[in-house]
Protein backbone atom coordinates (compact mmCIF):
# COMPACT_ATOMS: atom_id res chain seq x y z
CA UNK A 1 0.00 0.00 0.00
CA UNK A 2 1.47 3.55 -1.12
CA UNK A 3 2.00 6.17 1.34
CA UNK A 4 -0.09 9.67 0.97
CA UNK A 5 1.62 11.99 -0.69
CA UNK A 6 0.42 15.44 -0.34
CA UNK A 7 2.12 18.49 -2.53
CA UNK A 8 1.81 22.14 -1.31
CA UNK A 9 1.69 23.80 -4.97
CA UNK A 10 1.00 27.63 -6.11
CA UNK A 11 1.76 29.10 -9.51
CA UNK A 12 2.69 31.95 -7.20
CA UNK A 13 5.73 32.11 -5.33
CA UNK A 14 6.07 34.44 -1.94
CA UNK A 15 2.96 33.37 -0.81
CA UNK A 16 4.59 31.62 2.09
CA UNK A 17 4.48 28.04 1.07
CA UNK A 18 7.57 26.72 2.06
CA UNK A 19 7.16 28.02 5.70
CA UNK A 20 3.75 26.15 5.69
CA UNK A 21 5.31 22.89 4.37
CA UNK A 22 7.83 23.40 7.37
CA UNK A 23 5.29 24.39 10.46
CA UNK A 24 3.20 21.49 9.23
CA UNK A 25 5.74 19.50 8.85
CA UNK A 26 6.67 20.21 12.94
CA UNK A 27 3.19 19.75 13.71
CA UNK A 28 2.02 16.74 12.53
CA UNK A 29 4.91 15.18 13.88
CA UNK A 30 4.05 16.91 17.42
CA UNK A 31 0.89 15.51 17.14
CA UNK A 32 2.16 11.50 16.65
CA UNK A 33 2.45 11.12 13.20
CA UNK A 34 5.32 10.00 11.65
CA UNK A 35 6.58 12.69 8.66
CA UNK A 36 8.41 13.26 5.69
CA UNK A 37 9.23 16.27 4.62
CA UNK A 38 10.68 16.08 1.49
CA UNK A 39 12.08 18.84 -0.47
CA UNK A 40 11.79 18.89 -4.51
CA UNK A 41 12.04 22.63 -5.44
CA UNK A 42 15.17 23.07 -6.97
CA UNK A 43 16.07 26.21 -4.63
CA UNK A 44 16.31 23.91 -1.77
CA UNK A 45 14.28 26.68 0.38
CA UNK A 46 12.92 23.70 3.06
CA UNK A 47 16.40 22.38 3.29
CA UNK A 48 17.91 25.79 4.23
CA UNK A 49 14.98 26.05 6.97
CA UNK A 50 15.66 22.91 8.37
CA UNK A 51 19.53 22.61 8.34
CA UNK A 52 22.40 25.47 8.58
CA UNK A 53 24.88 25.93 5.58
CA UNK A 54 27.61 23.60 7.06
CA UNK A 55 25.30 20.83 7.02
CA UNK A 56 23.93 21.90 3.73
CA UNK A 57 27.80 21.77 2.41
CA UNK A 58 28.01 18.54 4.02
CA UNK A 59 24.87 16.63 2.21
CA UNK A 60 26.33 18.76 -0.79
CA UNK A 61 29.85 17.49 -1.00
CA UNK A 62 30.62 15.80 -4.78
CA UNK A 63 33.35 13.75 -2.79
CA UNK A 64 31.33 11.69 -0.70
CA UNK A 65 28.13 11.47 -3.09
CA UNK A 66 25.44 14.24 -2.28
CA UNK A 67 23.49 13.11 0.32
CA UNK A 68 20.70 14.61 -1.19
CA UNK A 69 17.35 14.04 -3.39
CA UNK A 70 19.53 14.62 -6.84
CA UNK A 71 22.37 12.19 -5.05
CA UNK A 72 19.92 9.43 -5.41
CA UNK A 73 18.39 10.72 -9.13
CA UNK A 74 21.96 11.19 -10.28
CA UNK A 75 22.99 7.60 -11.35
CA UNK A 76 19.72 6.98 -12.83
CA UNK A 77 19.58 9.94 -14.85
CA UNK A 78 23.27 9.26 -15.71
CA UNK A 79 22.56 5.10 -16.71
CA UNK A 80 25.29 4.42 -14.40
CA UNK A 81 23.10 3.12 -12.19
CA UNK A 82 19.52 2.42 -10.11
CA UNK A 83 17.52 5.28 -8.42
CA UNK A 84 18.84 5.09 -4.96
CA UNK A 85 17.78 4.86 -1.74
CA UNK A 86 16.26 8.06 -0.53
CA UNK A 87 18.61 9.95 1.91
CA UNK A 88 16.45 10.68 5.08
CA UNK A 89 17.97 13.19 7.73
CA UNK A 90 16.80 12.51 10.98
CA UNK A 91 15.66 15.86 13.20
CA UNK A 92 15.37 16.27 16.48
CA UNK A 93 12.11 14.64 16.73
CA UNK A 94 12.36 11.40 15.46
CA UNK A 95 9.40 11.43 14.04
CA UNK A 96 10.20 13.44 11.41
CA UNK A 97 12.72 12.93 8.87
CA UNK A 98 13.69 15.43 5.69
CA UNK A 99 14.49 14.35 1.94
CA UNK A 100 17.21 17.08 1.72
CA UNK A 101 17.19 19.37 -1.67
CA UNK A 102 19.73 20.00 -4.16
CA UNK A 103 19.91 23.35 -6.68
CA UNK A 104 21.54 20.22 -9.22
CA UNK A 105 17.67 19.09 -9.16
CA UNK A 106 17.48 21.67 -11.93
CA UNK A 107 19.22 19.60 -14.62
CA UNK A 108 16.63 16.56 -14.51
CA UNK A 109 14.28 18.93 -15.97
CA UNK A 110 15.17 18.25 -19.67
CA UNK A 111 15.42 14.29 -19.52
CA UNK A 112 11.80 15.07 -17.96
CA UNK A 113 10.63 16.89 -20.20
CA UNK A 114 12.08 14.68 -23.40
CA UNK A 115 10.53 11.32 -21.42
CA UNK A 116 6.98 12.92 -21.18
CA UNK A 117 6.06 12.25 -24.84
CA UNK A 118 7.45 9.12 -25.41
CA UNK A 119 5.21 7.40 -22.73
CA UNK A 120 2.79 7.44 -25.21
CA UNK A 121 4.67 5.55 -26.92
CA UNK A 122 4.54 2.97 -24.14
CA UNK A 123 8.08 3.12 -23.22
CA UNK A 124 9.08 1.59 -20.11
CA UNK A 125 12.15 3.89 -19.53
CA UNK A 126 9.84 6.91 -19.70
CA UNK A 127 7.77 5.48 -17.53
CA UNK A 128 10.77 5.12 -15.16
CA UNK A 129 11.83 9.00 -15.66
CA UNK A 130 8.51 10.04 -15.13
CA UNK A 131 7.79 7.50 -11.82
CA UNK A 132 10.91 8.95 -10.37
CA UNK A 133 10.07 11.18 -7.82
CA UNK A 134 7.15 8.81 -6.96
CA UNK A 135 9.46 5.98 -6.14
CA UNK A 136 11.63 8.11 -4.33
CA UNK A 137 8.95 9.37 -1.98
CA UNK A 138 7.53 6.04 -1.35
CA UNK A 139 11.43 5.15 -0.62
CA UNK A 140 11.36 7.61 1.48
CA UNK A 141 8.40 6.58 3.46
CA UNK A 142 8.76 3.25 3.70
CA UNK A 143 12.34 4.08 5.02
CA UNK A 144 10.93 5.94 7.99
CA UNK A 145 7.38 3.89 8.13
CA UNK A 146 6.12 7.75 7.46
CA UNK A 147 2.36 8.12 7.50
CA UNK A 148 2.41 10.91 5.24
CA UNK A 149 4.96 12.52 3.22
CA UNK A 150 4.36 16.49 2.69
CA UNK A 151 6.29 17.46 -0.07
CA UNK A 152 7.43 21.47 -1.61
CA UNK A 153 7.83 22.40 -4.69
CA UNK A 154 8.30 25.22 -6.84
CA UNK A 155 5.60 27.93 -8.53
CA UNK A 156 6.68 26.65 -12.09
CA UNK A 157 4.45 25.05 -14.42
CA UNK A 158 7.65 23.06 -15.45
CA UNK A 159 8.41 19.64 -15.94
CA UNK A 160 9.72 19.23 -12.82
CA UNK A 161 6.62 20.18 -11.11
CA UNK A 162 4.83 18.00 -13.32
CA UNK A 163 6.57 14.95 -12.21
CA UNK A 164 6.83 15.65 -8.14
CA UNK A 165 3.09 16.44 -8.97
CA UNK A 166 2.47 12.95 -10.05
CA UNK A 167 3.86 11.41 -7.29
CA UNK A 168 1.24 13.38 -4.93
CA UNK A 169 -2.18 12.11 -4.46
CA UNK A 170 -3.24 15.31 -3.02
CA UNK A 171 -2.57 18.73 -3.47
CA UNK A 172 -3.24 21.85 -0.90
CA UNK A 173 -2.75 25.22 -2.54
CA UNK A 174 -1.48 27.95 -0.32
CA UNK A 175 -2.84 31.77 -1.56
CA UNK A 176 -2.74 35.50 -0.39
CA UNK A 177 -5.24 37.84 -0.66
CA UNK A 178 -3.82 39.51 -4.01
CA UNK A 179 -3.79 39.75 -7.64
CA UNK A 180 -0.68 38.16 -8.26
CA UNK A 181 -1.81 35.07 -6.27
CA UNK A 182 -5.38 34.71 -7.76
CA UNK A 183 -3.56 34.83 -11.12
CA UNK A 184 -1.87 31.68 -10.12
CA UNK A 185 -5.05 30.56 -9.11
CA UNK A 186 -6.19 30.70 -12.87
CA UNK A 187 -3.03 29.46 -14.11
CA UNK A 188 -3.05 26.02 -11.69
CA UNK A 189 -6.27 25.37 -12.38
CA UNK A 190 -6.01 24.19 -15.96
CA UNK A 191 -2.68 22.92 -15.61
CA UNK A 192 -3.29 20.43 -13.03
CA UNK A 193 -6.36 18.85 -15.28
CA UNK A 194 -4.05 18.60 -18.44
CA UNK A 195 -1.43 17.09 -16.17
CA UNK A 196 -4.00 14.80 -14.79
CA UNK A 197 -5.49 13.65 -18.11
CA UNK A 198 -2.42 13.55 -20.15
CA UNK A 199 -0.77 11.26 -17.00
CA UNK A 200 -3.91 9.00 -17.32
CA UNK A 201 -3.93 8.84 -20.99
CA UNK A 202 -0.36 7.71 -20.88
CA UNK A 203 -1.14 5.15 -18.55
CA UNK A 204 -3.36 3.25 -20.79
CA UNK A 205 -0.34 3.13 -23.10
CA UNK A 206 1.88 1.49 -20.09
CA UNK A 207 3.88 -1.88 -21.01
CA UNK A 208 3.29 -4.75 -18.85
CA UNK A 209 6.80 -4.78 -17.92
CA UNK A 210 6.07 -1.58 -15.56
CA UNK A 211 4.75 -3.12 -12.76
CA UNK A 212 3.88 -0.03 -10.55
CA UNK A 213 3.27 3.71 -11.74
CA UNK A 214 1.53 6.81 -9.64
CA UNK A 215 -2.03 7.26 -9.65
CA UNK A 216 -1.66 11.07 -10.69
CA UNK A 217 -4.65 11.96 -8.92
CA UNK A 218 -3.81 14.99 -7.98
CA UNK A 219 -6.68 15.70 -5.64
CA UNK A 220 -7.34 19.43 -4.71
CA UNK A 221 -7.92 18.78 -0.90
CA UNK A 222 -8.38 22.42 -0.68
CA UNK A 223 -6.52 25.71 -0.04
CA UNK A 224 -4.85 27.90 2.48
CA UNK A 225 -4.82 31.61 3.05
CA UNK A 226 -1.58 33.18 4.19
CA UNK A 227 -2.50 36.69 5.46
CA UNK A 228 0.38 38.90 5.49
CA UNK A 229 -1.13 41.71 6.67
CA UNK A 230 -2.47 45.03 5.51
CA UNK A 231 -0.03 47.95 4.33
CA UNK A 232 -0.23 51.01 4.49
CA UNK A 233 -0.49 51.39 0.51
CA UNK A 234 -2.93 48.54 -0.11
CA UNK A 235 -6.39 49.79 2.44
CA UNK A 236 -8.29 46.95 4.00
CA UNK A 237 -10.90 47.35 1.58
CA UNK A 238 -9.15 46.28 -1.34
CA UNK A 239 -7.58 44.08 0.72
CA UNK A 240 -11.13 42.12 1.17
CA UNK A 241 -11.83 42.57 -2.03
CA UNK A 242 -9.19 40.28 -2.79
CA UNK A 243 -10.30 37.64 -0.22
CA UNK A 244 -13.39 37.34 -1.40
CA UNK A 245 -12.90 36.26 -4.53
CA UNK A 246 -10.81 33.44 -3.46
CA UNK A 247 -13.32 30.70 -2.97
CA UNK A 248 -14.73 31.65 -6.42
CA UNK A 249 -11.82 31.64 -8.03
CA UNK A 250 -10.59 28.21 -6.64
CA UNK A 251 -13.99 26.81 -7.27
CA UNK A 252 -14.06 27.75 -11.00
CA UNK A 253 -10.53 27.42 -11.95
CA UNK A 254 -9.14 24.74 -9.84
CA UNK A 255 -12.55 22.10 -9.11
CA UNK A 256 -13.91 23.23 -12.70
CA UNK A 257 -16.87 24.27 -11.04
CA UNK A 258 -19.51 27.12 -12.16
CA UNK A 259 -18.33 29.90 -9.35
CA UNK A 260 -22.39 31.69 -9.66
CA UNK A 261 -22.62 30.43 -6.35
CA UNK A 262 -19.30 30.06 -4.90
CA UNK A 263 -20.20 30.30 -1.35
CA UNK A 264 -18.23 32.85 1.24
CA UNK A 265 -14.93 31.94 2.66
CA UNK A 266 -16.09 31.17 6.11
CA UNK A 267 -18.70 29.04 4.67
CA UNK A 268 -16.07 27.09 2.10
CA UNK A 269 -15.21 23.47 2.80
CA UNK A 270 -12.25 24.12 0.64
CA UNK A 271 -11.02 26.71 2.56
CA UNK A 272 -8.70 24.85 4.67
CA UNK A 273 -7.65 27.58 7.03
CA UNK A 274 -6.34 30.93 7.03
CA UNK A 275 -3.12 31.95 9.17
CA UNK A 276 -2.07 35.16 10.00
CA UNK A 277 1.87 35.84 9.03
CA UNK A 278 3.78 36.12 12.39
CA UNK A 279 6.49 38.90 11.32
CA UNK A 280 7.66 39.49 14.23
CA UNK A 281 8.36 35.65 14.87
CA UNK A 282 9.65 34.76 12.03
CA UNK A 283 13.57 36.08 12.48
CA UNK A 284 13.23 34.53 16.16
CA UNK A 285 12.42 30.83 14.59
CA UNK A 286 14.46 31.51 11.69
CA UNK A 287 17.57 31.79 14.34
CA UNK A 288 16.22 29.18 16.42
CA UNK A 289 15.53 26.94 13.43
CA UNK A 290 12.25 25.57 15.17
CA UNK A 291 8.68 26.24 14.25
CA UNK A 292 7.56 29.89 15.60
CA UNK A 293 4.53 27.30 17.72
CA UNK A 294 8.02 25.97 19.66
CA UNK A 295 9.66 29.19 20.30
CA UNK A 296 10.10 29.70 24.49
CA UNK A 297 11.73 32.54 26.26
CA UNK A 298 15.01 31.27 25.93
CA UNK A 299 14.56 31.95 21.80
CA UNK A 300 13.83 35.65 22.53
CA UNK A 301 10.07 34.65 23.14
CA UNK A 302 8.36 37.01 25.36
CA UNK A 303 5.74 38.57 26.52
CA UNK A 304 3.19 39.21 23.31
CA UNK A 305 5.77 37.46 21.12
CA UNK A 306 5.37 34.43 23.92
CA UNK A 307 1.34 34.31 23.65
CA UNK A 308 1.65 34.75 19.99
CA UNK A 309 3.63 31.35 19.61
CA UNK A 310 1.15 29.78 21.54
CA UNK A 311 -1.61 30.71 19.40
CA UNK A 312 -0.02 29.76 16.65
CA UNK A 313 0.06 26.47 18.02
CA UNK A 314 -3.77 26.13 18.17
CA UNK A 315 -3.57 27.36 14.58
CA UNK A 316 -1.17 25.00 12.79
CA UNK A 317 -2.64 22.09 15.04
CA UNK A 318 -5.89 23.00 13.51
CA UNK A 319 -4.66 22.91 10.21
CA UNK A 320 -2.91 20.17 10.33
CA UNK A 321 -5.59 17.94 11.84
CA UNK A 322 -8.33 19.27 8.87
CA UNK A 323 -5.34 18.49 6.10
CA UNK A 324 -4.46 15.32 7.66
CA UNK A 325 -8.46 13.60 7.49
CA UNK A 326 -8.89 15.81 4.38
CA UNK A 327 -6.26 13.17 3.20
CA UNK A 328 -7.92 10.44 4.40
CA UNK A 329 -5.53 9.93 7.15
CA UNK A 330 -6.60 8.63 10.41
CA UNK A 331 -5.67 11.33 13.62
Same mark, same amino acid.
Given at each position: ????????????????????VY?????????? #? +???????????????????????????????? +????????????????????????TT???????????????TF????????? +??????????????????????????????????????????????????????????????????????????????????????????????????????????????????????????????????????????????????????????????? #???????????? +?????????????????????????? #?????????????????
Open positions: MTTPVIAFFNNKGGVGKTSLHLAWMMADQG #H +RVVAADLDPQANLTSAFLDETRIEQLWAEADG +RATVWGAIQPFQDRTGPLGTAPLVSDTRLALLPGDLQLAEDNLSTEWP +RCLEGRADAFAVMSTFWRLTQSAADQHDAEVVLVDVGPSLGAINRAALLAAGHVVVPVAADLFSLQGLRNLGPTLNAWRTGWRDRLERMPPSVTAAPSGTMNALGYVVLQHGVRLDRPVRAYQRWMDQIPGEFQSAVLGIDDTDAPKMAEDPYCLGQLK #HYHSLMSLAQEA +RKPIFALTTADGAIGGHLQAARDAYG #HFGNLATTILRRAGIEV
